[in-house]
């Protein structure tokens, strides 16, 4: 389909060019949300594992708290 450039293209030609180029525009999109979407779901991953992390310790310090406060309680009566 090489052609001169002083050669006037038809409006299916025409029609398929653009739709090529939305095409190639559209998969480069996509792949680029592709590779956002991994990233995002790796920093969230990230996250919820320091999460869980504090979530452990914050329970192991109120459980601490709630030992000690039996004990002073227990003495008290």
């Not at 038809?10 to 739709?19: D, G, R, S, V, Y």
């Not at 310090?61 to 030992?67: N, Y």
Request: proline share 0%.
């Amino acid at each position: 389909m090489a052609r001169k450039i002083t050669e006037k293209l038809t409006k299916k030609e025409i029609e398929k060019l653009l739709n090529k180029q939305t095409n190639v525009i559209l998969d480069a999109v996509d792949e680029r949300l592709l590779k956002q979407q991994k990233y995002i779901d790796y920093r969230f991953s990230l996250l919820e594992k320091r999460l869980e992390k504090v979530e452990i310790r914050l329970n192991q310090k109120i459980a601490l708290l709630v030992t000690t406060l039996d004990k002073f309680l227990k003495r008290l009566y």
